[in-house]
């Protein structure tokens, strides 16, 4: 099984700043994909930012967010950050964790960390 760890969320001022971070462990095989998700009440969960494994791929961002958000590998191996700048209400939510990928002995799927609030009020 891969576990997702997740840390870095809380209470902001709008045009303040967060880093959050991501860990992945367990008996990882391997990962196609590992980035963020959030969603905020009432609203469908929706992609962030995710750095994809293939060579030469893209990093893709939410258009809401491009510009102020940065997704990057971390120093440990199977980590994953994302420096937020420019936060403004719209960014509050609870923003998870996601790797694709494959356990060793499994088929590959999809993994989710248990969530980190964001929050940014004045």
């Known amino acids: 099984q891969v576990q997702l760890v997740e840390s870095g969320g809380g209470l902001v001022q709008p045009g303040g700043s967060l880093r959050l971070s991501c860990a992945a462990s367990?008996?990882?095989?391997?990962?196609?994909?590992m980035g963020w998700y959030r969603q905020a009440p009432g609203k469908q969960r929706e992609m962030v930012a995710k750095?994809?494994?293939?060579?030469?791929?893209?990093?893709p961002y939410a258009n809401s967010v491009k510009g102020r958000f940065t997704i990057s590998r971390g120093n440990a191996e199977n980590t994953v950050n994302l420096y937020m700048n420019n936060l403004t209400p719209e960014d509050t939510a609870v923003y998870y964790c996601?790797?694709?990928?494959?356990?060793?002995?499994?088929?590959?799927?999809?993994?989710w960390g248990q969530g980190t609030q964001v929050t940014v009020s004045s």
């Open positions: 996601y790797v694709d990928g494959r356990a060793i002995g499994a088929t590959r799927r999809e993994y």
């Open positions: 367990g008996s990882i095989a391997s990962i196609s994909s």
């Open positions: 750095l994809i494994s293939a060579p030469g791929a893209d990093t």
